[in-house]
């Protein structure tokens, strides 16, 4: 879900950032609600949810996809995508911290792959040209970070229900719609955008949240940071037969050093 995002994001380009994130967030809270309910779920959970954990779902969901957003807008594509996949190598450095959990030589020889693979598809080209404007970078990159820390936060607040991302995706819809209201002028979307807005906020914006979160709570941090690089390499695949990013050589080596990494960090996964 989360490779389409990519892809998607650059679709949406006339859109103002804080109206794409209360359209979408929007979206994908009543999509999370439906299908809760749907589900014989309870919505009244929500109200035992701690401060702390609204202060870090908010916080994670808005900054990084604001992050997100403005970084498409400010470098090319394939660059941005990579540079914020950053973040699955962040989350395995990043889990080392956390109580009864250690890095291993398998998962820093995996990270590293992974990294070198981003690297290189962020590298000038053989003529010396650099694509893309240095802020975008550091848009992707502050992008990374968010997400990580947000995920590996995530685990020390293991006791909140999942169904939490499902109030949080609706605030953080609030939170950008009044800064759309105060900085934006509207834009009306076309039939096309509405489609695309829709597919955003049920599977990036949506779905995804909640798998995600379950996954940091319940599975194992570092084997998930380092199962998270397939999401650049696939996200990568969308955005070159979308026309949006140049397939090359470099881009294939990059992604078999990312997809690689992955395989390596995961092999033999115990503690």
């Not at 959970?45 to 997100?68: C, D, K, N, S, T």
């Not at 400010?74 to 699955?88: D, I, K, S």
């Not at 990043?94 to 990270?111: D, K, M, N, Y």
């Not at 685990?155 to 939490?164: G, L, M, T, Y």
Request: aromatic share 10%.
């Amino acid at each position: 879900m989360w490779a389409t995002l990519a892809w998607l994001t650059t679709s949406l380009t006339r859109l103002p950032a804080f109206e794409l994130l209360a359209i979408g967030f929007g979206l994908g809270a009543v999509a999370l609600i439906i299908v809760r309910l749907a589900s014989g779920g309870d919505l009244r959970v929500l109200r035992r949810v701690p401060l702390r954990a609204w202060l870090l779902g908010i916080g994670g969901l808005f900054f990084y996809h604001l992050f997100y957003v403005l970084a498409f807008r400010a470098a090319p594509a394939a660059q941005v995508n990579l540079l914020n996949y950053l973040w699955p190598l962040l989350i395995v450095l990043f889990a080392s911290l956390l109580p009864g959990h250690r890095l291993r030589a398998r998962q820093v020889l995996g990270a590293l792959a992974g990294l070198a693979g981003a690297v290189l598809l962020v590298a000038p080209s053989s003529d010396g040209a650099t694509d893309g404007a240095p802020i975008g970078y550091v848009l992707a990159l502050a992008a990374a970070v968010t997400w990580a820390g947000y995920s590996v936060l995530s685990r020390r607040i293991a006791d909140v229900p999942s169904d939490a991302v499902i109030g949080c995706c609706a605030a953080t819809a609030l939170l950008a719609a009044l800064c759309h209201v105060a900085t934006e002028a509207t834009v009306v979307p076309s039939a096309g955008e509405w489609l695309r807005l829709v597919a955003i906020g049920l599977l990036p914006l949506g779905l995804a949240f909640v798998a995600w979160d379950y996954g940091c709570k319940r599975g194992d941090i570092t084997m998930l940071g380092s199962l998270a690089y397939a999401t650049p390499l696939l996200s990568t695949f969308i955005l070159v037969a979308a026309g949006t990013a140049l397939a090359s050589s470099k881009l294939w080596i990059a992604s078999a050093l990312i997809v690689g990494g992955a395989f390596v960090a995961s092999l033999n996964q115990q503690r």
